[in-house]
């Protein structure tokens, strides 16, 4: 007898066969329709393996230095200050992390168009010149009046 009539017959999305039970594809695979059983067990499998391969991958970009992508001991990690700006899960080796608090230093203290040496006066660009660090009361002035 032949499963003809009323009743769709459905296939497997990925080798065709006619589906006596049906499976939905995992959730976030890309697989639109049903699977038989045979393809379901290989589309699940395929779906963990990639979640543990982005899990390991996530867990080595924790232990590399986000600068210079050296392979960092727990010991040997250092967190960047929020002032730098280098988002959260960001961590450094001691090299970089020394050069990128002398650099955030240097932005702090002199003036980020001039380079002259900030005194205790010192002057925020406006957010729309989009200049980082701050400047003298000259470089403001001239920044200023330039439109
Ligand atoms: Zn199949
Ligand atoms: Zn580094
Ligand atoms: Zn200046």
């Known amino acids: ?24 594809p995992p959730d976030d695979s890309d697989t639109d329709g049903f699977l038989c059983a045979d393809c379901h067990i290989d589309k699940t499998k395929e ?48 090299e970089c992390y020394e050069n990128k ?15 002259k040496k900030l005194s205790f006066f010192r002057y925020n660009p406006k957010p729309k010149w989009k200049i980082g660090g701050q400047l003298c009361r000259t470089c403001w002035d001239n920044r200023n009046q330039a439109k």
């Open 1 to 24: 007898m032949r499963l003809f009539g009323r009743k769709k017959i459905l296939h497997c999305t990925s080798c065709g066969k006619i589906l006596k039970h049906k499976y939905k």
């Open 47 to 94: 779906q963990v393996l990639k979640k543990q391969e982005e899990k390991k991958r996530l867990q080595e970009e924790k232990n590399k230095c986000s600068i210079c992508a050296k392979e960092l001991e727990e010991k040997d990690k250092n967190k960047p200050k929020w002032q730098w700006e280098m988002g959260t899960g960001s961590v450094l080796c001691e």
């Open 101 to 115: 608090r002398i650099e955030f230093e240097k932005k702090l203290n002199f003036c980020s168009i001039c380079q």
